[in-house]
């Protein structure tokens, strides 16, 4: 199974300034014939589902502020907010849909400072 | 508007059993795949189950491989979780989500989720 880890666990960042959370998978999850990132972000509010944020590694879904952004290759990547705002407070996981079992990060659970 | 309403979740009691449904609105939803994925509580996300756009294939977490089995009727836009032989380990918020044909792609659309508590 690849293994999705994420740091730090949690993260506080004061309101407009740039938060970052990395993801590392324990195999490479680049399809080289394709040359794309098998690899998702999700952001999740308390009582809420998770929302899609960005998909292979660096497109943003439609809708998604572009203040979130995602970068990153192979088994290194990295989640960035580039001036945070209150309605940014969640939980944010990293998912590899590479292979099967489909596996997600641990999760990172982002505060205001 | 594309819409998942998960239901079926409850109280059973451990070795138990139970059908979890999905129904999905907004999008021709016999041109993708589905999946089901849990949440305990406090805890972070567990992929579970995937079943493909026409039914003919299904991949499981080894977690609960031999116990639950996904399907789906793309007459009712329906997808399903049987459970079967359940565990405390198996109480979760589990949720369906819209992915694409192919395993192999991210989840777009996700429901509410459905609550299931095992427990005696």
């Known amino acids: 199974d690849i293994v999705m880890t994420q740091s730090p666990d949690s993260l506080a960042v004061s309101l407009g300034e740039r938060a970052t959370i990395n993801c590392k998978s324990s195999?490479?999850?680049?399809?080289?014939?394709?040359?794309?990132?098998?690899l998702v972000w999700y952001q999740q509010k308390p009582g809420q589902p998770p929302r899609m944020l960005i998909y292979?590694?660096?497109t943003r879904e439609s809708g998604v502020p572009d203040r979130f952004s995602g970068s990153g290759s192979g088994t290194d990547f990295t989640l960035t907010i580039s001036s945070l705002q209150a309605e940014d407070v969640a939980v944010y996981y990293c998912?590899?849909?590479?292979?099967?079992?489909?596996?997600f990060g641990q999760g990172t659970r982002l505060e205001i400072k | 508007q594309v819409h998942l309403v998960e239901s079926g979740g409850g109280v059973v009691q451990p070795g138990g059993s139970l059908r979890l449904s999905c129904e999905a609105s907004?999008?021709?939803?016999?041109?993708?795949?589905m999946h089901w994925v849990r949440q305990a509580p406090g805890k972070g996300l567990e992929w579970v189950a995937f079943?493909?756009?026409?039914?003919?294939?299904?991949d499981y977490a080894d977690s609960v491989k031999g116990r639950f089995a996904i399907s789906r009727d793309n007459s009712e836009n329906t997808v399903y979780l049987q459970m079967n032989s359940l565990g405390t380990d198996d109480s979760a918020l589990y949720f369906c989500?819209?992915?694409?044909?192919?395993?192999?792609?991210?989840?777009?659309?996700w429901g509410q989720g459905t609550t299931v508590t095992v427990s005696s």
């Open positions: 989500a819209k992915g694409e044909v192919v395993l192999s792609s991210p989840f777009d659309v």
């Open positions: 907004g999008f021709r939803f016999s041109g993708f795949g």
């Open positions: 079943v493909s756009h026409d039914g003919t294939n299904e």
């Open positions: 195999q490479s999850v680049l399809h080289t014939y394709t040359n794309k990132n098998f």
């Open positions: 292979w590694a660096s």
């Open positions: 998912q590899q849909y590479y292979t099967s079992p489909i596996t």
